[in-house]
């Protein structure tokens, strides 16, 4: 009997959920006020990152910005507070250095408060082949794809909870869902990366034991330098994203408190299909868009490797 009770209010459920989402296809949902909200973005000193930045600088939200380029985070909060943003925080943090994550995270919970809207974005590319990359640019990628969500969440999450209130945003990528060749290290960073945004999301949300918010992100190659180089096969099905159509529909998907967002819309189609075909089918379709030469001509940022200067500023 409770085997009948249960799949029919799993099959209840179920329909008006589904209901639910289509209504919501049709008719957009009410974007949330931002305003006073302390907001944190990661990898803020330049590309997506700046460009969310000065997203919520026009909404009357509080901005932190992390980032290990110091100079250039200080342009991002410059450009903040010309677009109106009356308080924003500039940090320099090394996203890869626990101890530094939780220091830098303890500096602003005492000059700014309780983060409310985590945004991890900040990211590494290595653009080899597996055999090329060295071990020390493995473990960058690891460590600043995706353990430090794990670090930047334990600092920020508690908070969080006992306010009842948040919203976490992981940036993953496309790569992130589907193996990408030349791009090892760097899908498999972001699987684990969406993995683990995509448990806390089911932990919290199945326990209904709070009101926290999250949004998952998966866009296709931005135009960025940090996938300089980087070509399509086929621009109509999979096109190099432009910086800020991608930071507009972020910016929104995080006003409607989305949760999943895939960038282009043929990447829901690409995700189901990866699941539905032979692996020999999977390899065909990829050579077909291009996927064993997207990564040819890569060049990258080429400053990503520079040393940067051990000293934390902030713009006020």
């Known amino acids: 009997m409770n085997t009948i009770v249960d799949t029919a209010i799993f099959l209840g459920k179920f329909l008006y959920y589904f209901l639910e989402s289509i209504a919501f296809k049709i008719i957009p949902r009410r974007k949330k006020d931002v305003a006073g909200e302390i907001v944190l973005i990661t990898g803020s000193g330049s590309g997506l990152g700046r460009l969310l930045a000065l997203h919520f600088a026009r909404t009357g939200a509080i901005l932190v910005l992390w980032d290990i380029n110091q100079e ?3 342009e991002t909060c ?80 508690p908070a969080m909870l006992q306010a009842n209130h948040g919203h976490l945003v992981c940036i993953s990528s496309m790569a992130g869902m589907v193996g990408t060749s030349r791009l090892s290290d760097y899908s498999a960073s972001k699987f684990a990366a969406f993995g683990f945004a995509e448990s806390l999301f089911l932990e919290y949300s199945m326990s209904r034991k709070t009101n926290i918010k999250f949004t998952l992100v998966c866009p296709y190659f931005i135009k960025t330098g940090m996938f300089e180089g ?47 075909i032979s692996p020999k ?5 990829e050579e077909y868009l291009g996927a064993d030469t997207c990564m040819d001509s890569f060049k990258g940022r080429m400053e990503a490797n520079k040393p940067q200067e051990e000293v934390e500023r902030k713009c006020q």
Request: proline letters at 4%; a positive charge; hydrophobic letters at 45%.
């Open 281 to 285: 089918m999977m390899i065909v379709l």
């Open 72 to 74: 250039s985070n200080m």
């Open 230 to 276: 980087c070509t399509t096969k086929y621009p109509f099905l999979l096109p190099l994203l432009e910086q800020e159509y991608v930071a507009q529909k972020i910016f929104n998907a995080i006003l409607e408190e989305q949760v999943y967002l895939l960038i282009p819309k043929f990447a829901y189609f690409a995700v189901i299909l990866k699941h539905l």
């Open 78 to 157: 410059r450009l903040a507070k010309e677009k109106g943003g009356v308080k924003v925080f500039a940090y320099k943090c090394d996203c890869s250095n626990r101890q530094e994550v939780y220091s830098v995270a303890d500096q602003v919970k005492k000059e700014v408060g309780d983060v409310t809207i985590l945004i991890n974005n900040a990211g590494v590319v290595t653009g080899k082949p597996f055999l090329d990359i060295p071990d020390h640019m493995l473990e960058r990628s690891f460590y600043v794809n995706a353990i430090s969500h794990f670090w930047i969440c334990k600092a920020f999450f």
